[in-house]
């Protein structure tokens, strides 16, 4: 059946919540101590083989089909039967399916972290940098690749904070929530709920039973607009690695060359960020549109095509492409500089200029520097040679004012290093701002980290202790 491959990636995570319902199971006494031993002792014999001699059965799609199949072929059907007790379809394959999206959530976070000490690491240490800015992709203003690269950073550790807000709804437990109305048998949710490392429950019992999954949309909500983060960044940087701009180039292992053209380098781990930054804008329509109909079963995200395990293993790879990327980039700082003030990037500090010494309204500076702009390039000069009399000449004609500055002091104001240091505002282009806010961002980073890194360990832990517990019910 179409659903068996996305089973045979769930494998882990059906046979845990498995084991936890067992124990559980034997805990309260609802199974013998003899049955709860057997019982547990061939789903851990299930768990021991990572699923690589499983035999699947093709004509079924349910992972419970197949485990309780292969635990009758070990202990028999007495025992395999007594799996289910307390127990339905639809609330073991929410929990799998809960467990599978935590797991991803704390993967993809610690892929993000690092991503992020790439980006914190790369973005102080061209912090003056300089470069020109662009809006339309045309000249700007100035600015420094240590600040662009900021504005990711900004946008990362907001990705991480989304993340550490859609983990807190995700790694809830659905065990006990049965077909929908909950069960006769006095199963211990809480305890299920902490043998598989989760922080609660889902408390209705049809909610619980998979019937309203919006954690999973809100995930995958999340991790779109990540790779959508990943994919500008990309775009950013594919556009400047080309001969045109030669701003940068990303690392040769990270590039190919053309079957025919042998001085092509080609960025393809660029490109890969693109195309699967383009690709995650589909994900949440796609997972949004198959839930959306559910009206009296969970079966319509199961039998679907598996959108969800590709979009992990997309986010985890595009991860793991960027922190190299950024990392490992070669920036060509000369060239920037170059580039950063030929076309009259800093002229709106000249006008700010003309508004402070001659207390003109900016509207009409803005004319008098446009005048002046036009009037030098028809002349072919550039901000290094500007001359005060074109000026003089623009401030009397386009608002009537006598503009006394001296060659030297029109080319220092129109210097792009000066219009770097000129910005005194928080979150400026100006590197000290540059620096200050990549301080915050390593810290909040360092936040981000250890609260990952305790979400992980936690859950890590719980599942080890479901195994230990699990081994001593087996041996009785």
Not at 323 to 330: G, K, N, P, R
Request: hydrophobic share 40%; glycine share 8%; proline share 3%.
């Amino acid at each position: 059946m179409p659903n068996i491959p996305r089973l045979k990636r769930r494998f882990r995570e059906y046979v845990l919540v498995d084991l936890a319902h067992a124990v559980m199971l034997a805990e309260t006494g609802i199974l013998s101590p003899g049955r709860g031993a057997a019982l547990v002792g061939a789903l851990l014999e299930i768990k021991a083989s990572d699923g690589e001699d499983f035999p699947w059965l093709p004509d079924s799609g349910s992972f419970l089909v197949q485990t309780e199949h292969r635990i009758s072929e070990r202990v028999g059907d007495d025992i395999a039967g007594r799996l289910q007790t307390g127990r339905s379809r639809n609330d073991q394959s929410a929990a799998a399916d809960r467990l599978f999206m935590r797991d991803l959530l704390l993967d993809a976070a610690e892929g993000t972290v690092k991503l992020q000490e790439a980006v914190l690491a790369s973005a102080d240490m061209h912090a003056e940098t300089l470069m020109p800015g662009y809006t339309h992709l045309q000249h700007a203003q100035p600015t420094t690749f240590g600040h662009h690269l900021m504005r990711y950073g900004a946008a990362f550790d907001r990705d991480l904070g989304r993340m550490a807000d859609a983990y807190a709804r995700t790694n809830l437990s659905s065990l006990g929530g049965a077909a929908m109305a909950g069960t006769s048998w006095p199963v211990d949710r809480r305890r299920t709920a902490e043998l598989l490392g989760h922080d609660d429950i889902v408390f209705n019992s049809s909610d619980a039973g998979g019937f309203a999954r919006d954690y999973i949309e809100e995930v995958v909500a999340v991790l779109s607009v990540l790779m959508s983060n990943l994919g500008r960044l990309a775009n950013d940087l594919y556009v400047w690695h080309s001969w045109e701009f030669g701003y940068l180039e990303v690392a040769d292992g990270l590039a190919g060359t053309s079957s025919i053209m042998p001085q092509k380098k080609n960025p393809h781990s660029l490109e890969r960020m693109k195309a699967l930054g383009g690709q995650a804008a589909g994900w949440l329509p796609g997972v949004m549109g198959c839930q959306h109909g559910i009206v009296s079963t969970d079966l319509d995200i199961c039998f679907a095509d598996d959108l969800l395990t590709g979009m992990g293993d997309a986010t985890l790879q595009t991860l793991r492409l960027g922190a190299e990327t950024v990392s490992s980039l070669i920036v060509r700082d000369q060239r920037m500089a170059e580039a950063a003030g030929v076309f009259w990037s800093t002229t709106s500090h000249l006008a700010d200029e003309l508004v402070r010494r001659y207390d003109l309204p900016f509207r009409a500076a803005h004319h008098v520097v446009g005048r002046f702009v036009r009037d030098s390039i028809d002349a072919g000069r550039t901000p290094s040679d500007a001359r005060a009399e074109d000026l003089k000449k623009a401030g009397k004609e386009m608002a009537d004012t006598d503009i006394d500055m001296t060659d030297d002091e029109v080319r220092e104001i129109l210097d792009a290093r000066t219009f770097l240091t000129s910005r005194v505002t928080e979150g400026s282009v100006n590197p000290k701002e540059t620096r200050s806010h990549c301080a915050a961002l390593s810290k909040a980073l360092g936040n981000h980290r250890d609260l990952w890194t305790t979400r992980k360990g936690a859950a890590e832990g719980a599942i080890e202790e479901l195994l230990q517990r699990a081994r001593k019910i087996a041996d009785g």
